[in-house]
């Protein structure tokens, strides 16, 4: 295994962000890693690269307990941090040369050399860090990653905030340079999970609450509906719970239901009817079709936003 976590909890404090986590990427795998703010996924990436050592567990990295072995561990383990902190006042291959000597590789300026045509560098290379678009300063984040050419890339949101353009440009790189490495990827983008990853991992409060290769969520896909409802405040709502209408009914707040409809139906017009029936008014109903999005919505009990029907 590339990487296993057993029973990995870890406390900020009285806050408890990893609650028992447990799982193992083989060599070769490229997981997305998915969870609503807060969830634990940058604090697990923390942990993974031994940026955070003050954790409960067992870390493994290609079999190299991280704890007793940090060195070793950090050695195969390239790391993109959320929010790609970079030296602004360093060119390029300035800091890209820092962070190879820092590894100890034998052959700095030549790694630097490949590393940079890898990434699509050149380009800009004559270029300040500071200089450089978002996109370029992504590239600059995965090109320090991939330096000491490790075995596993831990990248924690590498998409988030860059333009279309800039986001396929970097979902390619990710794509050709990941080629034999194992990549965990932290993301709220569906479509990038989507695009380049095979297994999905979802983490809602600590805990993994589902983990499934792509496959297997395009085959939840596309049955049925979801329905969020919203019924007058201090109304008993509990009938909907397990209503045999429905494949699934999840209660968000006292008054809020995500209804999962079973495949080809639409039983709106019964909602509406059973709701009177039982003295509920509804102030609020929106529809979606079951995708990638709604299934992470229903595993994380996250509301359907209100741009949806
Ligand atoms: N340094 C810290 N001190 C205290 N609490 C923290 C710290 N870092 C993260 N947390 C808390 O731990 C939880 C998990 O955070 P994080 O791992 O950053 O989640 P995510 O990356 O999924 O948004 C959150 O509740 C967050 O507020
Ligand atoms: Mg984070």
């Not at 009285?14 to 193992?24: E, G, V």
């Not at 409960?56 to 941090?81: F, Q, S, W």
């Not at 678009?133 to 050419?149: D, E, I, T």
């Not at 965990?184 to 569906?190: A, C, G, N, Y």
Request: proline share 6%; glycine share 6%; aromatic share 6%.
């Amino acid at each position: 295994m590339a990487i296993t976590l057993s029973n990995v909890s870890k406390q900020y404090g009285k806050q408890k962000a990893l609650n028992q986590i447990s799982f193992d990427l083989k060599e070769g795998e490229i997981c997305g890693f998915l969870g609503p703010n807060g969830a634990g996924k940058s604090t697990t990436m923390k942990i993974i690269t031994g940026c955070l050592t003050d954790f409960e567990g067992e870390v493994n990295i290609c079999g190299i307990d991280i704890h007793r072995h940090p060195l070793e561990a950090k050695k195969l383990v390239g790391y993109l941090p959320e929010h790609n902190p970079l030296y602004p006042d360093l060119y390029i291959r300035e800091y890209l040369l820092h962070i190879a000597r820092l590894y100890h590789i034998h052959n700095p300026h030549q790694q630097v050399e490949q590393i940079i045509g890898l990434t699509g560098l050149a380009p800009e290379i004559h270029k300040k860090i500071g200089q450089l678009s978002k996109g370029y300063r992504q590239r600059v984040g995965l090109a320090q990653a991939l330096v000491h050419n490790p075995q596993v890339l831990i990248l924690d949101e590498p998409m988030t905030g860059l333009d279309p353009n800039q986001l396929e440009e970097i979902r390619n790189l990710i794509s050709e340079t990941g080629k034999n490495k194992t990549i965990l990827l932290s993301t709220h983008i569906m479509q990038e999970v989507e695009a380049i990853c095979e297994r999905v991992m979802i983490i809602n409060q600590g805990q993994i609450v589902a983990d499934k290769s792509l496959d297997e969520i395009r085959s939840l896909s596309g049955r049925g509906i979801y329905i969020q409802v919203r019924f007058a405040p201090d109304t008993n709502t509990q009938w909907l719970a397990a209503h045999p209408l429905f494949e699934k009914t999840t209660q968000l707040t006292p008054d809020n239901w995500l209804l999962h409809a079973k495949a080809d139906t639409d039983p709106r017009i019964e909602l509406f009817q059973q709701a009177v029936h039982h003295n509920c008014p509804i102030i609020e109903l929106k529809t979606e079709e079951q995708n990638l999005e709604s299934i992470f919505r229903e595993i994380t009990h996250t509301p359907i936003p209100s741009s949806s029907r």
